[in-house]
């Protein structure tokens, strides 16, 4: 056989099996999937007005006071044994203390399995709140409430406790204080 029988019989081989696994099998299954679960389909974007701002399965990082914060994220799992990991959990630790947190919950110290897990468990917010209201100036009433109504689990089959997806219940906080009557200021504005 000579080489350019072979280069055809290659190429056409290779034709037939991506036909087979792209229009054959894939499309039809994406086609499904949008059918049976679109938003899942669609990544399970969350959106702020018109505009995508993350993925409900995709933990992000939020770096202000104002905000929820997740688990840590971006660093290289260890085993209980490192000397690294202690000093890690050391050091967030302190800096949870430092933020008001005395005693945070595991995952705000422990980075996820992924690096990208989206929840935090309901004691890891809930610690968070104090400083969420005194951020936003908004009662801890409001803060509870909007927690229970962001709790997700253990029913959802998310998760085996309830937890709370980080973005949506930051886009709810967002629309929260949006809602709110700014805070009347007394004294001298400060830049």
Do not use: C
């Not at 190429?11 to 899942?40: E, H, Q």
């Not at 389909?41 to 990082?61: E, K």
């Not at 945070?104 to 897990?117: E, I, K, R, T, W």
Request: proline content about 8%.
């Amino acid at each position: 056989m000579s080489f350019t029988a072979q280069l055809l019989r290659g190429v056409r081989v290779t034709l037939v099996l991506w036909l087979l696994t792209v229009v054959v099998v894939t499309l039809p299954v994406l086609g499904l999937a949008r059918l049976v679960a679109p938003d899942a389909a669609s990544g399970s974007l969350l959106h702020s007005g018109d505009q995508v701002v993350g993925s409900r399965l995709i933990g992000q990082p939020f770096n202000s006071a104002r905000y929820l914060q997740g688990r840590p994220a971006g660093g290289a799992n260890l085993a209980p044994s490192n000397p690294e990991l202690a000093k890690r959990v050391a050091e967030a630790s302190s800096r949870w203390e430092l933020a008001g947190v005395s005693q945070p919950a595991p995952d705000l110290l422990l980075d996820s399995g992924s690096g990208v897990d989206p929840h935090i468990s309901l004691a890891a917010a809930r610690q968070q709140l104090p400083r969420l209201a005194r951020e936003r100036q908004v009662p801890m009433a409001r803060l509870e409430d909007l927690l229970r109504r962001s709790q997700q689990g253990p029913l959802s089959l998310q998760a085996i406790e309830p937890v709370v997806n980080v973005l949506a219940f930051n886009l709810a906080l967002d629309q929260l204080t949006a809602a709110a009557p700014a805070p009347r200021q007394t004294g001298t504005s400060r830049p």
